[in-house]
């Protein structure tokens, strides 16, 4: 498989102020794959559902616990029980209490699981999930590295624009300066100086605005790749040709179809779970309590102690038909899952041919831009000459400039298209690395 992107190394350069970078676009990718905060937040929600499948494992290792409980009694609990018992009339009761005013207890308990169907079930459902977030990381490298991508070409091409622009200013300014040394002598007239100037000012005006545009996108870059605001960069710079920055086609990865594939089998196991229900769970129990009782006044003190082991079993024997409700929602789900998973893969099989269609219509739209662009540069330069012969006038001149400009923008266009094409079909197959 050949690279993704084509590109050059990147190299560190120093200056007075804050140190510059030449960057290219594999570089970018590389910075974003480690400092972009998207990426990094989705492989935090990887690493804490892991240690959620950990704690959830705990449940299945024993469990001690401890209570301590203090008692004064303040009036003492009592029992009605038959007078008879203790030699008195029979048919008649007497309240007798039990227990002292304190009491300490303190119990110590063991309970370890045996069997609970539902626990095992729990822990592969939080697996599957483990699995969907691990692919909603990938979906968020992808769609974050295809941003990162978009605005590297973006700002190519409006270096490439104001590399344009900046030539034409020289033109025009060598045409000026030969125009005013003209009306000087009085050999044109100053509205002939004039619209050359009017001319020169609306480039003044695009490269401004392009330079803002620039400002802005390189902002964004940086906050994409974790550059500092203050940081100068300098992007390498990426010919207007076509060049394939494409992986092999035949190497095809649809994360959609990953994600939508975890989630049948979280249906699945959704489906086993209620079933487990059904089962009752069993539990080893071990207990030990020490109760202390005092009765100062007739100088009690006695300590009692007990203890126990057994099993407990718990088995829900009717539940109000809830499982078997939710039994339906899961099963009408599950056919939910299977029409979108045929519905995703008509899809993205359209998607992924629409965008090799149009690969192929922009490289021949930026074949068209360039062989145009040749031939607005010829019709520029014969119009120059003849208008320095003076058998043209200006308004030919700058008409011939305007439509090289236009020419040019066409060029820069059809580039943006190209590479934004090539990054819609990378973006489809999961090629974006």
């Known amino acids: 498989m050949r690279k993704v992107f084509l590109g050059v190394l990147m190299v560190l350069g120093a200056g007075s102020g804050a140190s510059a970078q030449i960057l290219d676009l594999e570089t970018c990718l590389r910075m974003a794959d480690t400092a972009n905060l998207s990426i990094v937040n989705s492989r935090l929600d990887v690493a804490a559902n892991k240690s959620q499948i950990s704690s959830y494992l705990a449940a299945r290792l024993p469990k001690v616990t401890f209570t301590g409980d203090y008692k004064y009694n303040a009036i003492i609990p009592g029992q009605l029980i038959p007078a008879a018992m203790f030699g008195g009339t029979p048919g008649t009761y007497t309240t007798v209490a039990f227990g002292v005013p304190f009491n300490l207890s303190n119990t110590v308990q063991l309970q370890q699981v045996l069997y609970n169907p539902q626990l095992n079930s729990g822990i592969n459902t939080l697996k599957i999930q483990q699995q969907l977030i691990e692919i909603q990381e990938k979906v968020t490298a992808r769609d974050s590295k295809t941003e990162v991508a978009n605005v590297f070409f973006n700002l190519q091409a409006i270096n490439k624009q104001i590399a344009f622009v900046d030539s034409n200013l020289i033109n025009i300014e060598k045409l000026i300066h030969n125009m005013e040394a003209m009306e000087k002598q009085q050999m044109v007239i100053k509205t002939e100086v004039d619209k050359l100037r009017i001319n020169r000012l609306n480039s003044v005006n695009q490269k401004q605005t392009l330079q803002a545009n620039k400002e802005q996108l390189e902002m964004m870059l940086k906050i994409l790749i974790g550059i500092p605001e203050e940081q100068t960069i300098t992007l390498a710079s990426d010919d207007l040709v076509e060049k394939s920055i494409l992986v092999d086609g035949a190497t095809i990865n649809y994360p959609e179809l990953e994600l939508i ?108 831009a360039q062989e145009q662009l040749k031939l607005a540069e010829n019709v520029y330069r014969q119009t120059e000459l003849q208008y320095n012969e003076g058998t043209v006038d200006s308004n030919d001149l700058v008409n011939s400039s305007n439509s090289l400009q236009q020419a040019q923008t066409n060029v820069v266009l059809a580039y943006v298209k190209l590479r934004q094409a090539e990054l819609e079909y990378l973006k489809n197959i999961g090629g974006i690395k």
């Open 261 to 368: 594939s975890a989630q049948v089998r979280m249906n699945d196991e959704e489906r086993k779970g209620t079933n487990m229900a059904y089962l009752p769970s069993l539990s080893f129990v071990a207990a030990y309590n020490y109760t202390y009782n005092t009765k100062p006044s007739d100088n009690v003190r006695a300590g009692i102690e007990s203890a126990f082991l057994g099993l407990r079993l718990d088995w829900t024997l009717f539940d109000g038909l809830e499982k078997h409700h939710k039994q339906k929602v899961t099963k009408i789900n599950h056919m939910k899952l299977e029409n979108q998973e045929a519905l995703l893969k008509q899809q993205l099989h359209m998607q992924t041919e629409n965008a090799k269609k149009q690969i192929e219509i922009q490289v021949n739209s930026l074949g068209i």
